[in-house]
């Protein structure tokens, strides 16, 4: 009778605690899923800002293209915002990759086992990592856009401006 009263209570303590071990990580991939959707919102904001300087770009490209330089450090600094512009549009499709894996997973989660969804949790948190470093990344190079654009814009203005002076 001691053995069987035993065998219950450990089985009722398993399930219990199986229970606990769902609901931790239930509570878990919920608070990821909110960081998710909060760098969501901010790769958002980052990809029109990048189709900003995109559009920033090309228009000035398009404008130096009829003008004399005097100054070849432009075309150096146009030629590296086209390259760090293309690199950007592949970290944004590599982060757009990963939030749609995020939303599969919001789908699949409740029917896995503890164990995949503490693997899937994991993995998740790692992601949401190099979301983050990315979008750094992403900010500091807009930063950096922001600044050589609008000086070249503004040395392009003088230009144009003095030009016009002596004629």
């Known amino acids: 009778m001691r053995t069987i009263i035993m065998i219950l209570f450990v089985a009722a303590f398993a399930m219990t605690s199986c229970e606990n071990d769902r609901q931790k990580l239930s509570d ?6 909110k960081e998710s959707d909060s760098l969501l919102q901010k790769h958002n904001d980052l990809k029109s800002h990048h189709e ?4 920033s770009f090309v228009s000035l490209s398009e404008r130096m293209a009829g003008v004399a330089l005097e100054d070849s450090s432009w075309l ?5 915002h086209e390259v760090i512009l293309k690199g ?3 970290e944004f499709q590599k982060v757009e990759q990963l939030f749609a894996g995020h939303r599969e997973l919001k789908t699949n989660f409740p029917n896995l086992t503890t164990e995949e969804k503490q693997s899937q949790i994991d993995a998740m948190s790692n992601d949401l990592d ?3 470093d990315t979008q750094n990344s992403l900010e500091s190079d807009h930063d950096k856009l922001d600044k050589e654009l609008t000086k070249i814009e503004e040395d392009l ?3 144009q ?6 004629q």
């Open 28 to 33: 878990s991939f919920d608070k990821l899923q």
């Open 52 to 55: 900003m300087h995109a559009a």
């Open 76 to 80: 150096e600094k146009l030629a590296n």
């Open 88 to 90: 950007h549009e592949a």
């Open 130 to 132: 190099e979301i983050k």
């Open 157 to 159: 203005r003088k230009k």
């Open 161 to 166: 401006t003095a030009s016009r002076e002596r």
